[in-house]
């Protein structure tokens, strides 16, 4: 073993050592049970059927679990950490499950909400104009609506103040709407707001929600405005890179320096990875399902819409691939070879094998960087943390498969950028002439700053912090493209990433979750395993054809 990489190794045990110990200050969980099995929520569900009027049994469902990312957001700003979650355990309702039902032909639409803690917090029914219903006044639509919290919520609306009242008079029915607020407890500026309507004499709708001041709101838009603008500075750059190595593309086409079979394969990878990614996120096709025609129409519907989409990314990874296999053929030390192979599923070689390796290892060195750089920020300007899940790590939370969604999902992000910031700007900057120290952080500037607007990356505030753990992540990865190749980037890059956003599937209660979160951040090993199993066969298939040659 080289020296470099024995130093990687140790790199990789300290750096791991720091990210694991730090998991909870670098992205604190909630201590709520996020992996409730679908069918205990479905029996809570079919257990307050009765409330919307409709039998549920032979519906068809699914489950996700959502956020209040504003309420969230603003609760942090002004509790403790301990004292947050003792709320968010108690019910306050920020993060739910929910679960939606619907029957092909029926326009009508259930959803029920359940706390992981407190069980079912509100329930809605969706219902046609022209429903056939009763009329009735304010008062005994309060009082229906007083007995179905009562019964299915368990709550008394005393102490309640009634905010608003509206009524609506329809052909054959009234409904009314009451909207009721509390304070969570006394001397809390936490409010909770009830939202109750009554369609004639059913209960069609009670929910519970956050009140979030509008006055944080415009704040927090206010503070959103410079970071925004700055990621959509660093997005033109990026796609202004894409069209850059689109251009190189094409003069390496006339140059003979360019075969097209590999970038088509990894746009193609691509393409599948953001494919299932949507595929498997079961509950947004459900969601987008309109009852009144087929369901498989819907599922083909986000494949169609997606794909516009997906194209940018699939023409950037052509473009970026090509480009730079025309920069690395004028090159005394191609750094692509490894990645070629590894897009053809040639993993035979040992290069493939060795980026494997190094690639998993540099990504506990990222994570450790990560890490340390928020955890000093903490203390040098007392930036926040917020708490998790939100953003990617609903991904995996509300998929069919979240070991493979997560896998596929982190596999593409990482092979647009690292290609771009690394394998094309990076080689691009070489070949110009740059030093090796240019080349990492010239790119990692922009990654940075791209990656600016994403505020459930660390720290969340003040949001230009967040710029320098990423942008060192980003020379470091620089750093590596220019010792080793671009394979290395590319799967330390996807192992960072299936590392961090595993974090609440490492938490879990359920030893099997814990055990698919394991397999996933283990993906980028994959090809090194196969190096090695390969090896090994070889040399026990030689030792037998030896063994039979001394034979008498």
Known sequence: MKRSDLALLGAAVVCGGVFLASLDKLWPVTDLDLQIPAQKLLSVALEHQAVTGLKLTDWTWATQVSLDESALSWLERGHDRVEL???????????????????????????????????????????????????????????????????????????????????????????????????????????????????GNLVREARLIVVVPPAYLRGEREKHVPESFLQTVAFTVFASMGVAAFLYML??????LVGLKTPMIGSAVVLVCLAASRLWREYRIFELWDPLGPRAMAAAKVLMTGLVGDLLPAILVFSFLAASEALDSQTLRPRGNALRRFLELRWSHADVGQASLRG???????????????????????????????????????????????????????????????????NGLLKMGFKPLVVALVPALIYGAVHSGLNFLPPAEPWWARLIPITLVGCLWGLAFVRWDALTVVLSHWACDLFLFNRVRLASSDPYTRLGAIACISLPLVPAVVVLSIRLWKQASTKSVLKSRVRP
């Open 85 to 199: 979650r003792r709320l968010l355990q108690e019910g306050l309702p920020v993060y739910q499950h929910e679960i939606q039902f619907k029957q092909r032909g029926q326009p009508e639409v259930a959803t029920f909400w359940v706390h992981p803690e407190v069980g079912l917090v509100g329930w809605r029914r969706t219902m046609e104009d022209d429903v056939r219903g009763v009329r009735i006044d304010s008062l005994s639509a309060w009082n229906l609506g007083r007995m179905a919290v009562r019964e299915h919520l368990g709550m008394e609306l005393t102490g309640w103040e009634l905010r608003r009242h509206d009524e609506r008079k329809l052909l054959d029915r009234t409904d009314h709407a009451f909207v009721f607020e509390r304070t969570v407890e006394p001397g809390s500026k936490v409010r909770e707001r009830l939202s109750v309507e009554v369609a």
């Open 360 to 426: 998993f290892l540099l990504g506990w060195v990222a994570g450790g960087v990560l890490a340390g750089a928020t955890w000093l920020l903490s203390h040098l300007t007392g930036s926040l943390v917020e708490m998790q899940p939100r953003g990617f790590f609903f991904h995996s939370i509300n998929s069919l498969h979240p070991t493979l969604l997560m896998g596929v999902f982190f596999l593409q992000i990482a092979l647009v950028e690292e290609l771009g910031y690394r394998y094309f700007a990076g």
């Open 251 to 256: 003069w390496g086409l006339r140059k003979g």
